[in-house]
């Protein structure tokens, strides 16, 4: 998920009552909610596409778990010291205690892996133990249901707070409200998906992909007999029709000596896709993508091209 949402998590947590555990526990809770995403610095010595085989992988896994929030307990262990020692600790903070900083630091964390399961991208939960991709198909990447009713629910408890009223009620309220939303659409997909392989054509696995704002609505990318993938937004009518099939524009897939011309990049690519295909470019060679991404706006940064590769046309019985 987007890093408002991880920090929006963060703040509802110590609005419900676990930040008057020890001094720093907001930060803890807040910055530890958006830890994992220290891997965005592979972007300083990884190129082109390589950055989707890295991210939400080590720093995703067990190690990262507890290491992480290891490390920022201390950085603020060691800051309320050393503002003690300078004469300029605030008054009103609390007592700093490790533990809590680090427990508090470590939840945080948690819900980290645990709410960037819910899209398709995927995660490697179990990095560096295993490198197993996990999907939850629940939620949109970047869910503004989710921004409204947490941004909400955190300044009405800090209204409520400096009003001297019960400040941790909006925020439970809200953290009860949120988990019944994701389950909710973990409902919503998991029913779209049962359904799509009832219908024609029979795909042999389906994604329920949600949608942006309509998050009641899911986009089913389809893996056909025949090794297609084809996709339809779905909101509960008769699968089989209004499926996109551009097979006009797809390949046969490279061989692996095709793709090793790719280096890197391709390998990189293949490691994070979910639902690939090759596709002809417009010089007549091939250029690898991800169904999950096929928007037009998504292609180039979703995309590997083959430039050496020809297109082989796809006919009806290639895989």
């Known amino acids: 998920m987007d890093n408002l949402t991880h920090s929006l998590v963060g703040a509802l947590l110590g609005q419900a009552g676990l930040k008057k555990k020890t001094g720093l526990a907001m930060p803890a809770l807040i910055v530890g909610a958006n830890l994992p995403d220290v891997d965005a610095a592979c972007f300083l010595w990884l190129e082109g596409i390589e950055h989707v085989g890295f991210?939400?992988?080590?720093?995703?896994?067990?190690?990262?778990?507890?290491?992480?929030?290891?490390?920022?307990?201390?950085?603020?262990?060691?800051?309320?010291?050393?503002?003690?020692?300078?004469?300029?600790?605030?008054?009103?903070?609390?007592?700093?205690?490790?533990?809590w900083l680090y427990l508090l630091s470590f939840i945080g964390c948690l819900t980290h892996p645990a709410l960037d399961w819910l899209n398709t991208y995927g995660i490697r939960l179990l990095e560096p133990f295993s490198s197993q991709w996990f999907y939850g198909d629940t939620l949109f990447i970047i869910d503004v249901w989710l921004w409204a009713l947490m941004g909400f629910a955190t300044w009405l408890?800090?209204?409520?707070?400096?009003?001297?009223?019960?400040?941790?009620?909006?925020?439970?309220?809200?953290?009860?409200?949120?988990?019944?939303?994701?389950?909710?659409?973990?409902?919503?997909s998991e029913y779209?998906?049962?359904?799509?392989?009832?219908h024609e054509p029979y795909p042999v696995a389906a994604i329920a992909s949600p949608r942006p704002l309509a998050f009641w609505?899911?986009?089913?990318?389809?893996?056909?007999?025949d090794g297609r993938w084809i996709s339809t937004d779905w909101s509960g009518a008769n699968l089989g029709f209004g499926y996109r099939d551009t097979s006009a524009d797809r390949c046969r897939n490279p061989s692996a000596r095709d793709i090793s011309s790719g280096g890197s990049q391709a390998r990189a690519f293949l490691f994070w896709s979910r639902a690939p295909f090759a596709e002809r470019?417009?010089?007549?060679?091939?250029?690898?993508?991800?169904?999950?991404?096929?928007?037009?706006?998504?292609?180039a940064r979703f995309s590997v091209a083959l430039p050496d590769v020809k297109c082989q046309p796809l006919s009806s019985s290639s895989p």
């Open 157 to 188: 408890s800090l209204r409520r707070e400096r009003q001297g009223g019960n400040s941790t009620r909006p925020a439970r309220i809200a953290i009860a409200v949120v988990l019944a939303y994701i389950g909710g659409n973990w409902l919503i």
């Open 281 to 299: 470019a417009p010089d007549g060679s091939i250029v690898l993508r991800d169904a999950r991404f096929y928007d037009p706006r998504a292609r």
């Open 55 to 99: 991210r939400r992988g080590i720093t995703h896994g067990p190690i990262a778990w507890v290491l992480l929030p290891l490390i920022l307990a201390g950085l603020l262990w060691g800051y309320d010291r050393w503002q003690a020692g300078r004469g300029k600790r605030p008054e009103g903070r609390l007592p700093v205690s490790f533990k």
């Open 192 to 198: 779209r998906r049962d359904m799509a392989r009832l």
């Open 217 to 225: 609505q899911r986009e089913i990318i389809a893996k056909i007999e």
